[in-house]
């Protein structure tokens, strides 16, 4: 069955430092999804990603924070200077469709900010 | 802001039993409707999703759904010690985002 991977599986990192979070969607899926969870907290929508383009953002994905899909595989998430409370699961999530919608996660990258 | 609620706190249910988790959201607005499985340490797994009123079942999982009332519950049947998760409701609007309530966690005890 396809599923969402996502590398690394845990980062550490010095605050001020950039990180860069990478995840492969479903093969044939379109719609692609950044979710962060801080521990003990609710999953949190960051920034949806269609076409090439940031469909929505949330207020969390400020001007630190940036998407991409480089190479028409990659989907990637990059925080350019880490700050001490973005320690948290980073997860992706694809969909092969809108309106309905079902999202499929993947694993996700633990980041801790030093 | 959709917020999305589920206000319950750790369910023990015998195995065998029957576990029933509520969910209340706050977006009339609201078209879709998921519970997500998530084990510690782990990511959100799709189990159920729902778009119109009433019951959908699939396997020992029954998802309902009353948009009137705004809630969304997830039954699970013949629990098992597998089932001991945390299950987290999640509600799409007009947009794409879930919105995602804090989750219920369940303990099956054999």
């Known amino acids: 069955e396809p599923e969402v991977t996502q590398t690394p599986s845990h980062q550490v990192t010095q605050m001020g430092q950039e990180v860069i979070l990478r995840c492969v969607p479903i093969s044939n899926h379109l719609y692609f999804y950044w979710y962060r969870q801080i521990l003990g907290q609710k999953v949190e929508f960051l920034v949806s990603f269609y076409n090439n383009e940031i469909s929505e953002k949330s207020e969390i994905f400020d001007d630190q924070f940036s998407v991409e899909r480089p190479d028409g595989s990659n989907f990637t998430l990059k925080i350019r200077s880490t700050k001490l409370e973005d320690s948290a699961m980073y997860f992706c999530?694809?969909?092969?469709?809108?309106?309905?919608?079902?999202?499929?996660f993947g694993p996700g990258t633990r980041l801790t900010v030093l | 802001q959709k917020e999305v609620e589920q206000n319950s706190g750790p369910l023990s249910v015998p195995e065998g039993a029957i576990a029933s988790l509520n969910c209340t959201y706050s977006?009339?607005?609201?078209?879709?409707f998921f519970w997500y499985r998530q084990y510690s340490g782990k990511s959100p797994e799709l189990i159920m999703f729902?778009?119109?009123?009433g019951d959908k079942e699939d396997g020992r999982f029954t998802a309902q759904l009353n948009k009137a009332s705004q809630y969304v519950s997830l039954l699970i049947r013949d629990s098992q010690p597998s089932d001991s998760a945390t299950y987290l409701c999640a509600v799409k609007g007009g947009n794409n985002r879930l919105a995602f309530g804090k989750g219920n966690q369940v303990v099956v005890i054999p």
């Open positions: 999530a694809t969909s092969g469709r809108a309106g309905f919608n079902e999202q499929f």
């Open positions: 977006d009339r607005g609201s078209q879709s």
């Open positions: 729902i778009y119109s009123n």
